[in-house]
Structure formats: structure tokens, C-alpha cells
């Protein structure tokens, strides 16, 4: 078990950069994959990004170039730099961990980003 809580959403304009921030209620040093969630209204929730003890990295194609993952087992958290921020990344966005990437195991309980044009 491992409870996670985001911080760093808000509001920014079109362009703007944010800085989202996961912190784990205990190590996160034997989680194979911890990753980043978002759901906009009215669609599906989709993988942004996602980083493996391994060190191996996915991201969606829509955020590719603009948006880093990072994890750092020491302090337990990872963060979502989020660079030239377009209207439609507005979604709130979910902390995940778990054994694959692809297939979270636990949720955070999400922090609202909104972008405008």
C-alpha cells in the first residue's frame, strides 16, 4: 500500500510552464512504476507519463518534448515539469504507482490544471 498526494496544479496561460509534484506516503524505492494520469472532461483517463525503477520512460505523443517525468527514490516523490502548456492539457491529473506503467495499482486523488488560451 502507498498513498500518493499531488501538489503544483493551478491555472497558467497558453505557453506557461507548471510544475507538478507527487509525494508517497512511504518509499518508493521497490515500486517498478510510478506515473502520471490525466482526465479532461467528458474524456477517457490517459497515460501522460510514466518512469520505471529501471529507468526506462514513456510518454504520450501529445506531451513528447514538452513535458518531463523525474523520481526520486531518495525523497519519495516524482514530478511533472510541464513546459509550452496548450489549452488542451487542461485535465486534472493523477499520480499513479504500481508494477507496470500501463496498469497503476494506486491512485492519487488528482490536481486540477487549467490552461487558457
Known amino acids: 500500500q502507498v498513498q500518493l498526494v499531488e501538489s503544483g496544479g493551478g491555472l497558467v496561460q497558453a505557453g506557461g510552464s507548471l510544475r507538478l509534484s507527487c509525494a508517497a506516503s512511504?518509499?518508493?524505492?521497490?515500486?517498478?512504476?510510478m506515473g502520471w494520469y490525466r482526465q479532461a472532461p467528458g474524456k477517457q483517463r490517459e497515460l501522460v507519463a510514466g518512469i520505471t525503477t529501471g529507468g526506462n520512460i514513456y510518454y504520450a505523443d501529445s506531451v513528447k518534448g514538452r513535458f518531463t517525468i523525474a523520481r526520486d527514490n531518495a525523497k519519495n516523490t516524482v514530478d511533472l515539469q510541464m513546459n509550452s502548456l496548450k489549452p488542451e492539457d487542461t485535465a486534472v491529473y493523477y499520480c499513479?504507482?504500481?508494477?507496470?506503467?500501463?496498469?497503476?495499482?494506486?491512485w492519487g486523488q488528482g490536481t486540477q490544471v487549467t490552461v487558457s488560451s
Open positions: 512511504r518509499s518508493i524505492s521497490d515500486i517498478a512504476a
Open positions: 499513479t504507482a504500481g508494477f507496470l506503467v500501463h496498469v497503476p495499482s494506486f
